[in-house]
């Protein structure tokens, strides 16, 4: 099956301060990529739609100055939390989908973000 | 607006006991409908994409079946190591997002 890898798997920052996370697909080209938050016991909330060489397209509700997304790469996209605060605290996960691979998403194994 | 609503939220079974589990949808045209197994603290693992009503798909003691209306997850005899939280996903046509509905727990019991 399809790999997915995410980085840091788990982090803990001090409000105020900013934190990234990477995602990668690791065999291989992710045209679209896709980040979650997950609260506990809830299912998967989409943030944004990340797609190689453009601007994220994000839902409703969603800062985008405050998740920024990059797909710079067809085998990486990053999420940046700026100036984080206790309630930005959640599971982040993404997905990544090849057009080779059909409509299937792979999602990486998540990043537990805790902001103190 | 796309709607996925899973049933039971949450369902214990014995080691061996059968059982399924449903995912009722409404789409505006179906692209696909996915199923995904979460572990705590895991990301969704892929399990099956079904298509068109009628298609079936089977791993293991995992066993998908899709209707115009609804999808089910039907697991034969199952065992502890199939404990996770289920969940349905639908893609609409002309649409790459997936809608997911808020999963099924399930606990097998040795």
């Known amino acids: 099956g399809a790999v997915v890898s995410q980085h840091p798997s788990r982090v803990i920052c001090k409000s105020g301060t900013s934190v990234k996370i990477e995602c990668r697909s690791l065999d291989f080209q992710a045209t679209t990529m896709f980040w979650y938050r997950q609260f506990p016991k809830k299912s998967l909330m989409l943030m944004a739609t990340s797609n190689e060489g453009s601007k994220a397209t994000y839902e409703q509700g969603v800062e985008k100055d405050k998740f920024l997304i990059n797909h710079a790469s067809l085998t990486l996209s990053t999420l940046t939390v700026t100036s984080a605060h206790p309630e930005d605290s959640s599971f982040y996960i993404c997905?990544?989908?090849?057009?080779?691979?059909?409509?299937?998403?792979?999602f990486g194994p998540g990043t537990r973000l805790t902001v103190t | 607006e796309d709607q996925v609503t899973q049933s039971p939220e949450a369902l214990r079974l014995q080691e061996g006991e059968s059982s399924s589990l449903n995912c009722s949808y409404t789409v505006s045209g179906l692209r696909g409908l996915f199923w995904y197994r979460q572990d705590p603290g895991k990301g969704p693992e892929f399990l099956f994409t079904?298509?068109?009503a009628g298609e079936e798909k089977e791993k293991e003691r995992l066993k998908a079946t899709l209707t115009k209306k609804e999808s089910f997850l039907h697991i034969t005899a199952p065992k502890p190591e199939d404990s996770a939280t289920y969940l349905c996903?639908?893609?609409?046509?002309?649409?790459?997002?997936?809608?997911f509905g808020t999963g099924t727990r399930l606990t097998i019991i040795p």
């Open positions: 996903a639908v893609q609409a046509v002309g649409n790459e997002k997936l809608t």
């Open positions: 079904l298509y068109s």
């Open positions: 997905s990544a989908l090849s057009g080779n691979r059909g409509n299937e998403q792979y």
